[in-house]
T-cell receptor
Framework: QKEVEQDPGPLSVPEGAIVSLNCTYS??????FMWYRQYSRKGPELLMY????GNKEDGRFTAQVDKSSKYISLFIRDSQPSDSATYLC????????FGKGTRLHILP | DSGVTQTPKHLITATGQRVTLRCSPR?????VYWYQQSLDQGLQFLIQYYNGEERAKGNILERFSAQQFPDLHSELNLSSLELGDSALYFC???????????????FGPGTRLTVL
């Protein structure tokens, strides 16, 4: 079993919809959890990070962590075509492990 | 623009050759990280330096080596190249180490390596 599992997609949703992106993990030692966004031909950029179980909100983005289920989610509200990108989850105990990323397409 | 620069943007070379990738971190960042991204493996951590010293190693092959210089720029050396080394190589930097916010990593635009 891989340490971090993420559905590669692609996921296509209409503009304005709520998007849900998810990752599962197997290592209970992971201390903090991150979401990166990567546009085509660009480097990843850090969107959000959180340490504990629960929700963290930043504008249209909400990160959710459920440590008991080893499951993390990123919700995007009022999705925009500019949100079309690959979203990578990442988690860390002493080094960062990335999911393979989910390709998201927001359809105008 | 993250403030991290990488050169060259593209590199095409032959099997068995050696190449050097260069990274300049954001101003003030002491940590530099190297990653390899391929379609099948995703983004894989290779190695981290902090203020000139190696701090963590990931899945870095013995044919690969890196260093961080006194001016904090870093180089990743790839030798005896194989077809499977074709990938995007990213450098990232952070102010400190460990968790965000101090350890939040800012990625450069990457170097695309093609081995023929």
């Amino acid at each position: 079993q891989k340490e971090v599992e993420q559905d590669p997609g692609p996921l296509s949703v209409p503009e304005g919809a709520i998007v849900s992106l998810n990752c599962t993990y197997s290592n209970s030692a992971f201390q903090y959890f991150m979401w990166y966004r990567q546009y085509s031909r660009k480097g990843p950029e850090l969107l959000m990070y959180t340490y504990s179980s629960g929700n963290k909100e930043d504008g249209r983005f909400t990160a959710q962590v459920d440590k008991s289920s080893k499951y993390i989610s990123l919700f995007i509200r009022d999705s925009q075509p500019s949100d079309s990108a690959t979203y990578l989850c990442a988690m860390d105990d002493d080094k960062i492990i990335f999911g393979k990323g989910t390709r998201l397409h927001i359809l105008p | 623009d993250s403030g991290v620069t990488q050169t060259p943007k593209h590199l095409i070379t032959a099997t068995g050759q050696r190449v050097t990738l260069r990274c300049s971190p954001r101003s003030g960042d002491l940590s530099v990280y190297w990653y390899q991204q391929s379609l099948d493996q995703g983004l894989q951590f290779l190695i981290q330096y902090y203020n000139g010293e190696e701090r963590a190693k990931g899945n870095i092959l013995e044919r690969f080596s890196a260093q961080q210089f006194p001016d904090l720029h870093s180089e990743l050396n790839l030798s005896s190249l194989e077809l499977g080394d074709s990938a995007l190589y990213f450098c990232a930097s952070s102010v400190g180490m460990g968790a965000p916010p101090g350890g939040a990593q800012f990625f450069g635009p990457g170097t695309r390596l093609t081995v023929l």
